[in-house]
């Protein structure tokens, strides 16, 4: 069950995993970014600026988006050693070969869209294309939660047949062979010599991480989420100050 982070156990925890050269991973929207009504509006919030700067510094720092790359390094405002896109399917190294195979998945659904009229056609719909995966936001169509049902239905008949992911007004369509969010923390992990991580999101494809359900990755879920498979919980994007402040004072408590 998750349990408030600012707790006695949430610190002790804390206290257990924090060692040199820890991996600290982040999602973004939603957990470094408030949500916005607009996806171009989202930016990691100023108060974390200075906390994520300097944790770069003492240990390496990764974000794993659904986003592209190259959209969310445009966002960020610092510079963490290891940027990964699409959900985990974009930017790790040893997947490059299935890259190419993956692009022509998203090129095939957006030939379906063209061609079709299908719930896709209705004003307020906006469909994304990442490269490495597609987001079809229903957030601004007229009738949201019709569009939810019109569009899940019509989604997982797609071929090729994609992995549907559901989120914050969106689903988010990823070629099936692609690695998730958690092959993606794993592979940094052993790519950065560590043996343990902390990884804090706030969404469907983070759960990807919590799901591994891994001793040695600390998982914090950003915003109530009953069915969470991850240990610990703060409320908002406001609250990663404190948790990037929390880490900051361990890692420089024990700084070879
Ligand atoms: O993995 P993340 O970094 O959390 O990215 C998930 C998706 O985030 C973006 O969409 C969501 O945030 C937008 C801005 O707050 C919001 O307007 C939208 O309704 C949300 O679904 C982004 O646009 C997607 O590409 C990401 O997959």
Redesign the pocket.
Known sequence: MTQPLFSAPGMAQLDAIVRPGMLCAF?????L???????E??MTLPSLLAGLRELCHLTPVA??????ID??RRRLGFAPAHVIGN?GAEGLPGWERDVLAQRGDVAAWLRVFARESGPWREPGIQI?D?GG?L?V?Y?HASDPRAAEAALGARLRLLSPHPRVVG????F?LVPESAPD?GVALRALMTLCGTDTAFYA???V??EDVFALRDPRVFCLRVGAEPDSAADWQVDAPADMRAVVQALLARLRHSAP
């Open positions: 999602d973004f929207d939603g957990t970014a408030n949500i916005t009504a607009l996806p509006a989202a974000v794993i988006t659904g986003r592209s959209d969310v959900h994304e990442k995966s987001s936001h957030r989120g914050k007004a969106v988010n969010k999101g706030d969404d494809t983070d």
